[in-house]
């Protein structure tokens, strides 16, 4: 079931994360989703986009917030 705007995401998915981020993961999940579709597994395609969105984002202080670049 690929999801058609942010608004479609899962309530524990748009609660804990910046909306960025959700778009991030509404992305990642339908991509996946499309990949994936003859396992018919949909837990893999939100492991992915958890995925994705770990690559952009962190947990600082409770709340997701953009990875920061180092330098160097």
Same mark, same amino acid.
């Given at each position: 079931?690929? $999801? ?5 995401? +899962? ?6 994360? +910046? ?5 991030? $993961? ?8 499309? =990949? ?10 939100? =492991? &992915?986009?958890?995925?994705? &969105?770990?690559?952009? $984002?962190?947990? =600082?202080?409770?709340?997701?917030? +953009? =990875? ?5």
């Amino acid at each position: 079931m690929p $999801y058609q705007s942010i608004e479609d995401l +899962p309530p524990s998915v748009r609660h804990a994360l +910046p909306v960025h981020a959700q778009e991030i $993961y509404r992305a990642a999940f339908n991509d996946a989703w499309t =990949r994936y579709a003859g396992i018919g597994d949909e837990g893999i395609a939100h =492991r &992915v986009a958890w995925a994705a &969105v770990k690559r952009a $984002y962190e947990k =600082r202080g409770g709340a997701w917030a +953009p =990875r920061l670049l180092h330098s160097g």
